[in-house]
């Protein structure tokens, strides 16, 4: 149930903040001529992370001439992969969830349903866990690439201490900082679901038969054990009834009770 619930909220969780992002940032480039100035330089960014494709212009503070720069990096391969695991796993759920409510007697026939389910949940687990790790690592070189200062870094005016550069504004990467909380908090959710999957296939099934069917043959043959003991005491102790019962007569010995009393008499 919590499968059915959780797994399609996470996977769009994951997917809307990681896919619908966009941010940017804005720097400033102050020149010992003023007009050479700009004071509000924005950068644009967003998903695909195609950071090397994102461009902008700066004042050199030599004139009127401009500097074309470009982000480093590019992170849309872990970005794009992380998004389509969700995509994907968003319409299994939802899938998954008609045919348990409607279609539950075809999901057990055959005991196929199961096993496609079992098949499929292992594999989403560990695309999740691939894609999450990936996306962590491309985030991490997003907030590198993207950081104000290492951008500053790239302009010729500000090599020159004569010239003031300043980052105004940062980006903001909240949201995309919760897509990898989520991508993880699906692994785990889907891992999890492993072992609920595998309880309603064939294998589970086999192998609880497989260790009850040794645990009854113990039983019974104890149990034949223990009433062959007891008929063998038994029949034993009969035995031995028997076998003492004529021994007084064979020495002679006369049950010595009425005749002893009128002899003496």
Known sequence: MCMVIFAPLFAIFAFATCGGYSGGLRLSVDCVN????????????????????????VPTCEG?????????????????FF???????????????????????????NNRGP???????????FLWLVGSSAWAKGLSDVKVATDPKEVLQLMSACKQPSN?????????MSSLNTSVVFGFLNFILWAGNIWFVFKETCW??????????????HSSSYNQGGYNQESYGSSSEYNQQASLGPSSDEFGQQPSGPTSFTNQI
């Open 204 to 217: 589970h099934s086999s192998g609880q038969r497989y260790l009850s069917d040794p645990m009854e043959k």
């Open 64 to 80: 009127k001439e401009r500097q074309k720069l470009a982000l480093i990096g590019d992170s849309s391969s872990s970005a794009e």
């Open 83 to 109: 998004v389509t695991v969700a995509v994907f796993a968003f319409l299994y759920s939802l899938a998954a969830t008609v045919v348990y409510i409607f279609f539950q007697n075809k999901y057990r026939e």
């Open 115 to 125: 096993l496609i389910d079992f098949i499929v949940t292992v594999v989403f687990s």
């Open 164 to 172: 003031k550069c300043m980052a105004v504004h940062s980006p903001v």
């Open 34 to 57: 003023k007009t050479e100035s700009n004071l509000s330089i924005d950068i644009a960014f967003a998903y695909p992370f195609r950071l090397h494709q994102v461009t902008f212009e």
